[in-house]
């Protein structure tokens, strides 16, 4: 019931093309859902979260779609750019809760080509 | 704002040793801190929850006598790995949560020989 499960585990872009990552949950007790971004040898950097009460949420060229019967959500990313190129994972969490620790997807390994 | 600075970035220890990796929240104060550990193309698998002033809940397989943490503020937590060996080797990532925004640093690579 803790796993967050994540595909693809990697995918191949072409510039300008569409990056669709999708996470699938089985806890209905998660309330939040954030999307990281992570370069080698950094630490995760949060690029988009949304609660189970909105369907989507977008910040320019990053929008999460949220389907909560199906218990899925994902990362759509737009116009990609070979910058774009890193691993991102999906996370859910219990962001009421006091210990709410992230549980993280396996991680998709983006690579934006030229 | 929502900065987590961890310190080192590096460190190569001989096996034996115990090192100190410290994890700061700059700009704000964190009313919990996370430790995960990352081996190469993997995902993040957290090792600990702590509370600034009590102790730390760790996650199943994790040896607490092990991997030490301090949660001695609201804007400081440190994880010291004792008696490192080779296969604790692994990137190591300290997360620090205010509400419901999780804000992680930048990672300690450690590297025992």
């Known amino acids: 019931q803790q796993q967050v499960k994540q595909s693809p585990q990697s995918l191949i872009v072409q510039k300008g093309g569409i990056s669709i990552i999708n996470c699938a949950y089985e806890n209905t007790a998660f309330d939040y859902f954030p999307w990281y971004q992570q370069f080698p040898g950094k630490g995760p950097a949060l690029l988009i979260a949304?609660?189970?009460?909105?369907s989507e949420k977008k910040e320019g060229r990053f929008t999460i779609s949220f389907n909560k019967s199906a218990k899925q959500f994902s990362l759509h990313i737009m116009d990609s750019q070979p910058g774009d190129s890193a691993t991102y994972f999906c996370a859910a969490s219990k962001g009421s809760s006091n210990t709410g620790k992230l549980i993280f997807g396996q991680g998709t390994t983006l690579q934006v080509k030229p | 704002g929502a900065v987590v600075s961890q310190h080192p970035s590096w460190v190569i220890c001989k096996s034996g040793t115990s090192v100190k990796i410290e994890c700061r929240s700059l700009?704000?104060?964190?009313?919990?801190m996370f430790w995960y550990r990352q081996f190469p193309k993997q995902s993040l698998m957290l090792m600990a929850t702590?509370?600034?002033?009590?102790?730390?809940?760790?996650e199943q397989g994790v040896e607490k006598d092990k991997f030490l943490i301090n949660h001695a503020s609201l804007t400081l937590s440190t994880l010291t790995v004792t008696s490192a060996h080779p296969e604790d080797s692994s990137f190591y990532i300290c997360s620090a949560r205010k509400l419901d925004r999780y804000t992680f640093g930048s990672g300690t690579r450690l590297t025992v020989v």
């Open positions: 949304i609660r189970p009460d909105v």
């Open positions: 700009d704000f104060q964190a009313t919990t």
């Open positions: 702590s509370n600034e002033g009590s102790k730390a809940t760790y």
